[in-house]
């Protein structure tokens, strides 16, 4: 009996994309077909992941990028906000992160913000590592690649996360918005803002007041 597979493959490199379908359909078993989607940033995405639900059909698996352009209405700022959204009107879909970013707490938030089912670091990965991990998550996930694991296991049971709205300030801080100007882009209090620049800043170990070192401090760590 024949399994068809709907997946969307989001990632703002063509040929890596080309790379990630060519591997799939290489490696896929002989009773799957797998019907793939393709977007390369955030507005795609979201044009896509809709219309499944318009028309009322699951996603079985996203492969999602982290590093995304944002959506042209700012809401969405990297693909870590794109799994954030699919979590919630997608619950049965499966996510595999793929991602530059080898950070040790960034790894350790994108699992506690996402859980996803399968997460590759980009340098890890091998045609054969992919195929493997597409076939893990269908069946038995999690799937994580070696450096993943290796954070995990050295990981410390710090509950401290960078929600959807702390990364959101970072991202406007990132494009020159006053933080007087934030309150138009949130729908939070300054007063709110302010207290969450300070978590921000406490997060990071950032000692001054100043914007720039925050954005800094995010940036060496991927959230910026």
Do not use: W
């Amino acid at each position: 009996m024949i399994e068809k597979l709907r997946i969307l493959m989001i990632d703002d490199h063509p040929m890596i994309i080309e790379g990630y379908q060519n591997t799939l359909l290489f490696t896929k078993k002989q009773n799957q077909e797998l019907l793939i989607d393709i977007a390369n940033n955030c507005d795609q995405a979201i044009k896509l992941i809709d219309k499944a639900l318009e028309n009322n059909f699951n996603y079985n698996v996203l492969f999602v990028d982290i590093s995304l352009p944002p959506s042209t209405d700012g809401l969405m700022t990297s693909g870590e906000d794109i799994a954030v959204y699919v979590r919630k009107v997608l619950p049965e879909a499966k996510i595999i992160i793929l991602t530059m970013f080898n950070e040790s707490f960034r790894i350790h938030n994108i699992i506690k913000t996402i859980g996803p089912e399968g997460f590759l670091i980009k340098s890890d990965l091998t045609s054969s590592e992919l195929a493997s991990a597409f076939q893990a998550v269908l069946n038995n996930p999690p799937f994580y690649s070696g450096t993943v694991n290796s954070i995990m296991r050295k990981m410390s049971n710090s509950d401290v996360v960078i929600d959807e709205k702390n990364r959101k300030i970072l991202h406007l801080l990132s494009q020159g918005i006053k933080t007087k100007n934030l309150v138009s882009h949130l729908d939070i209090s300054l007063s709110a803002i302010e207290k969450r620049k300070k978590q921000l800043r406490e997060i990071f170990d950032v000692q001054d007041g100043e914007d720039e070192t925050l954005l800094n401090e995010a940036r060496k760590k991927g959230f910026v």
